[in-house]
């Protein structure tokens, strides 16, 4: 429960590695403390509020324009989601465009009847679907981003 | 009494009161919060790690406070304890003074105001 709490701060918080293990220890005395003066560890968790409410009050505290910070950082990962897409489709075309035809091998002129059997797997078709998972999660993340009007 | 209100007047104090404490004596984090609910709790409600956590990395953050870290035998892990800085100390004294006059002005608007007035 204790941990579960601590790890749920953790991911909340949006300062320095050094702040964020700081904060972190302050919570294992907090919770010691407690433990020590006869208190439940539910006790001191409904003292702290819930993790995301205590990390944000630390964001108030500090100055942390942290609204602005999660926004930029929503705008980062649609923008990344996009990157990704973007990437994986025109790598998963150019695969396509440059397999050349069927039947044609090394530079010949024209066809040959030769057939090349074998079970190489198509190495565009997993990029593409990589680009259209990247669509799905970029759409998901911009519709997220416009419905929450607080963010 | 709404408590949007109380949040508002505990907002400005709260800090005030916390360097006091820390003022005082050197202390750790689990002892304030043991001190604001021994003396304060019946006015100011009880208090927070929650509330008080945040509030204590800003006035280290502004080097009102220092703190130093402890092993502690009773639980094999460590204290943090905090106290006052001089500038802490100086912050506190022009706090305090404020105070002071803040509470006169804001007094004499109160008893200037007549409630049977305002209830009509």
Known sequence: MKQDYIRQVKKALIVSGKKKSEIVRDLQEAFASALEHGETEQQVIERLGSPNHFADSIHEQLGINYLEKKKRKKRMDVAIALMVMVISFLTGILIRIFKGSKDVIGQGDALTSIQISGTAIDMSIPFLLLGCVSLIVAVILIVRYIRHPKN | MDSRYVQQFKKG??????????????????????????????????????????????????????????????????????????????????????????????????????FSEVAR
């Not at chain 2, 009102?64 to 100390?89: D, F, H, P, Q, V």
Request: glycine share 8%; charged share 20%; proline share 1%.
């Open chain 2, 13 to 114: 104090s709260l800090e005030m009161i916390l360097l006091c404490l820390i003022a005082k004596k050197e202390t750790y984090g689990y002892e304030i919060i043991t001190e604001l609910n021994n003396s304060g709790a019946a006015v100011l409600g009880y208090a927070k790690e929650g509330t008080v956590y945040p509030i204590l990395y800003r006035l280290q953050e502004a080097e009102l406070i220092k703190c130093r870290m402890a092993a502690s035998a009773a639980n094999g892990g460590s204290k943090k304890y905090y106290s006052i800085t001089e500038k802490g100390m100086a912050t506190l004294s022009e706090m305090v003074s404020f105070w002071k006059n803040y509470t006169v002005c804001v007094d004499n608007f109160i008893s200037g105001c007549d």
